[in-house]
């Protein structure tokens, strides 16, 4: 199952869906994608309901990221009808796009949870010295990455129920679940060469999220701030 929530992505969201259905034919498993329209007015309803019966869309009214993804996985459950101990949940944003071998990757992991990382293939919307900048305190040293991401999150089911699920939080609702899937002794496995594709966009749809700190760094230098997990 892979939920993608989407508050007014309709320029972004087809790359998105493309991508996602095309790691879900590479699973020897059936898999549901599930978008998650939170308040949208641009024309995104329609983007996903032009993949006709691949894509389940759901509309809501919540303009908040931790519950649209959180009624998508309710949603999952509901038609999934199997067993949470063998079901394996997975996100991402709406502006990311996935690789071919992400899903495959995650279940092969034999982890409770994967937490992937990003990457910014192009740069249109910032000048070079934020590209830099943000490279430079992205890097993490040895095999393992410090970062969350919701834009590249997998865990099992049986594991997302018993912490209790996405909270209905503006931002941080990745690293709120991750941090609840670490206290209760779940295996996690942070893998920096498994990294999802997102854009360098201007505008935030979360606050305090990935735009919002390439904007900090374009208008004051900063370089990632210990402990900051956008």
Aim: some cysteine.
């Amino acid at each position: 199952m892979v939920v993608v929530p989407a508050h007014n992505e309709a320029f972004l969201l087809e790359g998105c869906l493309r991508s996602v259905l095309t790691a879900a034919v590479c699973v020897p498993i059936p898999t549901q994608i599930i978008v998650v329209l939170d308040a949208c007015d641009d024309g995104s309803a329609a983007v996903a309901q032009n993949f006709g019966a691949d894509v389940h869309a759901i509309t809501i009214d919540a303009r908040n990221v931790g519950a649209a993804r959180a009624v998508g996985f309710a949603y999952a459950r509901s038609i999934g009808n199997v067993d949470d101990s063998r079901t394996w949940y997975a996100t991402t944003d709406a502006d990311s796009r996935v690789g071919p071998d992400w899903l495959l990757r995650q279940i092969a992991a034999n982890s409770d949870v994967v937490v992937g990382a990003v990457h910014v293939p192009e740069w249109r919307h910032h000048p070079p010295v934020v590209a830099m900048r943000y490279m430079r305190g992205y890097q993490s040293e040895g095999p393992r990455h410090d970062h969350v991401h919701g834009a590249n999150l997998g865990f099992r089911a049986s594991a997302y129920w018993r912490v209790g699920g996405f909270a209905a939080l503006k931002t941080g609702e990745d690293v709120d679940l991750v941090v609840r899937f670490e206290r209760d002794g779940y295996v996690v496995s942070r893998d920096p060469s498994l990294s999802v594709a997102t854009s360098d966009r201007q505008i935030a749809r979360a606050p305090a999220g990935f735009a919002h700190h390439l904007r900090q760094l374009s208008s004051s230098g900063l370089l990632w701030a210990v402990g900051d997990q956008p």
